[in-house]
C-alpha cells in the first residue's frame, strides 16, 4: 500500500498537463498558414492590385509611333 | 532586585513600549515569505538556497529520518523521492523545450494574413480605378518607346534587351 502511495506521487510529479501549445499548437501553426496563403494568393493574383512589376522579360513592345 | 530599583525610582511609565511588547511576543514582526531564501529551478544554480518542499508530510519525514542511516538501506524509490523533495524538477525536465513556437507562428502567419484582408478591403471599397497607363497596351508601347530611346543601357532596362534578336536577354 505504501509503494502504491509512492507511485502516486511520483506520477503526480513528473506527468505534467499538456499546455494549450501541446494540444492545439499544431493546429493553430497549419490554420494560420493556410489562412495566409489563401488570402494572399488572392491579394496577389485576383485583386487586380497594380503591383509595378518590371517590364523585363514581362512587357512584349509594341509599336508607338503613328 | 536592581530592576524594581529602577522601577521605583523612574516611575512606570518609563519602560518603552516595545519592551512590553516584546515581553508579551509581539516585539517581532513575522518574516514575508518573498524575504525568505526561495526555490528556483534554474540551470545555473544546481543547488538552490533551500529544498523544494518545506513542509514534509509523516511519510517523507520518517524517509528523512531514515536518510540519517546508511543510505545504502534506501530503495530506488525510497532515493528519488528524497531527490523529488529536494529539488522540483530535474535538469532534463528544466530543459526540456516546449512546442510554445508553433503557437508564436501560427499567430504571425494568422495576423499577417490579416494584413491581406486590410488590402482587399482597401482595394474594394477605398482606391478609385489605376490610371489607364498601366493597361496591356500602353505599357507595351511605353516599354519599345523607352527602349528606342536606349533608357539605361548600361545595366538597367536596355541593357536587358537583345536588340539584334528583338527578344529580352535570357
Given at each position: 500500500a505504501r509503494g502504491i502511495q509512492h507511485t502516486a506521487v511520483r506520477q503526480a510529479h513528473r506527468k505534467h498537463e499538456p499546455t494549450f501549445h501541446d494540444k492545439y499548437g499544431t493546429t493553430v501553426l497549419l490554420g494560420g498558414v493556410a489562412m495566409f496563403s489563401a488570402v494572399w494568393s488572392y491579394v496577389l493574383?485576383?485583386?487586380?492590385?497594380?503591383?509595378?512589376?518590371?517590364?523585363?522579360?514581362r512587357i512584349t513592345p509594341s509599336e508607338w509611333k503613328e | 532586585m536592581l530592576a524594581s530599583r529602577v522601577f521605583s525610582l523612574v516611575?512606570?511609565?518609563?519602560?518603552s513600549t516595545s519592551l512590553c511588547l516584546r515581553a508579551h511576543g509581539h516585539g517581532v514582526v513575522k518574516a514575508e515569505d518573498y524575504t525568505l531564501p526561495a526555490y528556483v529551478d534554474r540551470r545555473?544554480?544546481?543547488?538552490?538556497?533551500?529544498?523544494?518542499?518545506r513542509d514534509l508530510s509523516a511519510q517523507q519525514q520518517a524517509l528523512k529520518e531514515k536518510e540519517k542511516?546508511?543510505?545504502?538501506?534506501?530503495?530506488v524509490d525510497e532515493k528519488v523521492e528524497l531527490y523529488r523533495i529536494k529539488f522540483n524538477e530535474t535538469y532534463a525536465e528544466m530543459n526540456k523545450g516546449t512546442n510554445e513556437w508553433k503557437t508564436i507562428l501560427g499567430g504571425v502567419f494568422f495576423f499577417l494574413g490579416f494584413t491581406g484582408i486590410i488590402l482587399i478591403w482597401q482595394k474594394h471599397f477605398m482606391y478609385g480605378p489605376i490610371p489607364h497607363t498601366f493597361s496591356e497596351d500602353w505599357l507595351s508601347a511605353q516599354t519599345k518607346r523607352m527602349l528606342d530611346m536606349r533608357v539605361n543601357p548600361v545595366e538597367g532596362i536596355s541593357a536587358q534587351w537583345d536588340f539584334d534578336k528583338n527578344e529580352w536577354k535570357k
Open positions: 493574383t485576383q485583386l487586380k492590385i497594380e503591383w509595378g512589376f518590371s517590364p523585363i522579360g | 516611575g512606570r511609565r518609563s519602560i545555473d544554480v544546481p543547488l538552490p538556497e533551500v529544498a523544494f518542499v542511516a546508511s543510505w545504502s538501506a534506501l530503495s
